[in-house]
């Protein structure tokens, strides 16, 4: 049974940074479910964003001229509903989470058109508070006033792992689906381009509470975050 927890009229933002399969996602939904606020899952946005260079074949030409990417930004709509992602109307909630966008992610995420675009709309999403945001940036750049600040880390191998578990359980096979030891090195390079581009680069926020995973179970992990949330509301509500 799904108990919502009422804590008065107070709402807060709940900003979750970490490195790649982390548990950011599964987490955030499932606190923003208990709480009856909305998730917002900022990766699935910066996914979205690289699906659409892919499928319209410009990757090559954004490599060359990053600045290309403005054209494809000015007529972009990302929603969600129900869970699934909607990119300029197409449901892409499947296709978003393919072993091909996650290789190029990290190059378009990069990009500043594509930071700023998307903060705006993040930023936007996020004006009535009751949000569970998750991803890279949220307490350091997007929200850094959010009420809850928490940065998920895990072991790069338990964290492969379970990117592994989570291709085969969608039935990706082929190169949809390397193996551990080629997930684990995809994984740690995406976090090192992550932390070391330019602009907002993963980091922790002074302010965060860290959590690691690895040795905890989803649920574990959305108690502790959920716990933290509740111990908020009561004392300033
Ligand atoms: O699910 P996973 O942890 O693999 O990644 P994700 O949350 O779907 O994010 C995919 C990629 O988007 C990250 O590797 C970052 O390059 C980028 N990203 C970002 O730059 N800023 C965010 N706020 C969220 C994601």
């Known amino acids: 049974m799904l108990v919502k927890h009422t804590t ?46 892919l499928d319209l074949g410009m990757i090559d030409t954004v490599r060359s001229f990053p600045d290309s990417i403005e054209a494809l930004l000015q007529d972009l709509s990302i929603t969600f509903c129900d869970d699934r992602v909607f990119l300029d109307g197409r449901d892409v909630t499947s296709a978003i989470r393919e072993n091909r966008v ?17 903060r705006l709309m993040q930023q936007d999403m996020g004006r009535l508070k009751g949000v569970v945001m998750d ?33 085969a359980a969608k039935g990706a096979s082929g190169s949809e689906l390397p193996d551990v030891g080629m997930l684990e090195r995809e994984i740690v390079e995406r976090d090192r381009a992550d932390a070391e581009r330019a602009l907002a680069p993963l980091k922790k926020h002074p302010d965060a509470i860290e959590i690691d995973t690895s040795e905890l179970s989803i649920d574990e992990q959305v108690t502790m975050v959920r716990d933290l949330a509740l111990a908020l509301l009561r004392r300033e509500g």
């Open 135 to 167: 991803g890279r940036d949220i307490g350091t750049v997007v929200f850094p006033d959010a009420e809850l600040k928490i940065f998920l880390i895990a072991d790069a191998r338990e964290r492969a792992a379970r990117r592994y578990a989570e291709l």
């Open 102 to 118: 996650s290789r190029e992610v990290s190059f378009i995420s990069s990009l500043g058109p594509v930071r700023q675009r998307l």
């Open 8 to 53: 008065g009229n107070r709402r807060i933002i709940i900003a979750i940074d970490g490195p790649a399969a982390s548990g950011k996602s599964t987490t955030a939904r499932k606190v923003a479910g208990m709480l009856g606020y909305t998730y917002i899952d900022t990766g699935a946005m910066f996914r979205s964003v690289t699906l659409k260079v």
